[in-house]
């Protein structure tokens, strides 16, 4: 059976992790086509090593990896670091890692702020089913402006698609 | 027959990887010499592996990477990562990603913009084209200030070449 | 015996080294499962090889890397280097290394700034011990909003966990 | 025969490739020591594997790469990527590519702007043939404020060499 | 017999090279346990490679990288692409490369820029040695406060070890 990883934090204020391994657990297929394994680690630098772990040692064919900036310029920089090791660990192993990071300040409001982590953390782990089992559905939406956390964009212009 | 590659993004506000796709089938050895082979993935930032997976596993020559970075500070950081991604991308393979990015805030007009994006699109589709079958026709432009999406700046003294 | 390495530095005006070690010593399975071995370096830049060393050529299963950045702009931009070092020791290796650093100025009180350091080096040290032997601590704490150093920020919704 | 790689860009406003070229052919031991072999990329995000290819397709022992970045923020951002695929590639092949960025905004005087592109591109190209043969030619200049495309800055104290 | 690399740059104004060699040959061993090999490069960006060159090439056991980083705010990203490559040169070789960077706006008068220098370079190849034959003195140092250049910063509490 294939394997999906999610891998959350201890940092993040919302319980994303729960979020996407339920959301991936309503995906055409699972429990027969593929699993999840979840880890959880300490702060948003560790994901990217864990992200690898779970695709070279636990066999995962992609991966969810979920995490909350805070709000100061420190944040920032971490988080910049946190998304190139990430990265890296993509180009490593030929293999999607899903970066979801909600950013402390996206809503000063907590409901919003929560609304946006479950949007979010859920959308990506179906675009990590769908980049596995469905790409057209991918390509099918190509420009369109697809959003998660908040409303599509749209495409810039209404008529652009034949 | 040989590959190049196309992938977007669903996130981009305009279809550019169809721009591309489009231009390359009217270069010349489409479809005898070479066909491509075009993905879609969520955002900008799944598009380093994506190209890198393109090149190593489809087998791609070269690849055209599209994306449409938005307008907010987060969206520029989240830039330069996608553009690192896309950079170890092809120092990790020694092969040439074209990064085809339009940041949103180029223009407020949305026609300018999405003119913006089929111009460059297709130039930097072409551009992989030369770069496989006439390097000469880039080596024959060196130094002359030639631009994607908008006029060339041309060279900076006009009698500058011999 | 596993091996947990520590890993800090001169520069540092705290000695956050001695903390991990004594924290880790505190730990079950202290002598008998894992021993510790410790590394000081110059300043924070040596400590992503120094980590990759402890991994590769001393047999550390994880490894806790401290440092204090200092106030001057110059530090911040040094810190973002450190950091990306000890994110690549990690990528390189499969090995979690986690990064404790303390910035001069998250607090202009030495008391203040003398215990944060004892706080933040102990429960990452802590972590890194729960990383190897009871990832199920990690996992019950997911999106808890964890913080290391000051109290913890809790979750952004009270009643958020079922 | 050795080679010695000269790769530029559409982008640039200035020849400076040409002017490479040349001034590697007025080098002793042109033509029978060692040739230059040219290639030209659309734009400086390219030249990191434009140059790492010269080195291992095209057996080039050192490279000379040469960009000239815009006036907008943006342009900064990207010269930093570019720079950063030029680092890269002289790591993963433990070989020099000297890198020659003339930025569009050193001088609003085109006069100058091209007499900077000449002189840089000129003295890094015969930089990287003292690297390959006369490496003396570079210690005994150590320390000394050497520039290119301005003149020297000289060193800090005027008698500081004994 | 072991070998200490020592590479500086053309670009700096101040010949910190010979400095660093000079107190290496002060070292106890010097002639007998290790030697030192001196290389120089244009600038601060070909630093990494050298390093990584020396090591790999020349049998380096320990590498000091010297280099003055300019005024202009051009001249701050390039000190951190060249940090990255320093960075990146001790993690792929598993060995330390001790970056000295001075920058020169650390002060306008060059008679303390010069004593920065020499400070600096000197403690540096000092740490380089330590690093290799007698590690307990860092270790003995550590969140000391340690500095080079200027004086020490001293720990944050006085009476903070026991």
Same mark, same amino acid.
């Given at each position: 059976?294939?394997?999906?990883?999610?891998?959350?934090?201890? /940092?993040?204020?919302?319980?994303?992790?729960?979020?996407?391994?339920?959301?991936?657990?309503?995906?055409?297929? /699972?429990?027969?086509?593929?699993?999840?394994?979840?880890?959880?680690?300490?702060? /948003?630098?560790?994901?990217?090593?864990?992200?690898?772990?779970?695709?070279?040692?636990?066999?995962?064919?992609?991966?969810?990896?979920?995490?909350?900036?805070?709000?100061?310029?420190?944040?920032?920089?971490?988080?910049?670091?946190?998304?190139? %090791?990430?990265? $890296?660990?993509? $180009?490593?192993? +030929?293999?999607?890692?899903?970066?979801?990071?909600?950013?402390?300040?996206?809503?000063?409001?907590?409901?919003?702020?929560?609304?946006?982590?479950?949007?979010?953390?859920?959308?990506?782990?179906? +675009?990590?089913?769908?980049? $596995?089992?469905?790409?057209?559905?991918?390509?099918?939406?190509?420009?369109? %402006?697809?959003?998660?956390?908040?409303?599509?964009?749209?495409?810039?212009?209404?008529?652009?698609?034949?």
């Amino acid at each position: 059976m294939d394997r999906i990883g999610v891998v959350d934090t201890m /940092f993040a204020r919302y319980d994303m992790g729960s979020e996407a391994v339920d959301e991936l657990s309503s995906c055409p297929g /699972f429990g027969t086509r593929f699993e999840t394994v979840r880890r959880t680690v300490p702060g /948003f630098k560790d994901l990217g090593v864990a992200a690898k772990k779970l695709i070279q040692e636990e066999g995962c064919k992609a991966v969810v990896a979920l995490g909350m900036p805070g709000r100061a310029p420190i944040d920032k920089a971490c988080a910049h670091e946190a998304s190139q %090791g990430i990265m $890296l660990a993509q $180009l490593m192993t +030929n293999t999607h890692v899903l970066e979801v990071f909600v950013h402390e300040d996206e809503s000063d409001d907590p409901e919003i702020l929560a609304a946006v982590c479950r949007d979010r953390s859920r959308k990506h782990a179906r +675009n990590a089913y769908w980049l $596995l089992y469905e790409p057209d559905q991918l390509v099918r939406r190509a420009g369109q %402006g697809v959003r998660q956390g908040f409303t599509d964009a749209g495409p810039v212009l209404t008529a652009d698609r034949a």
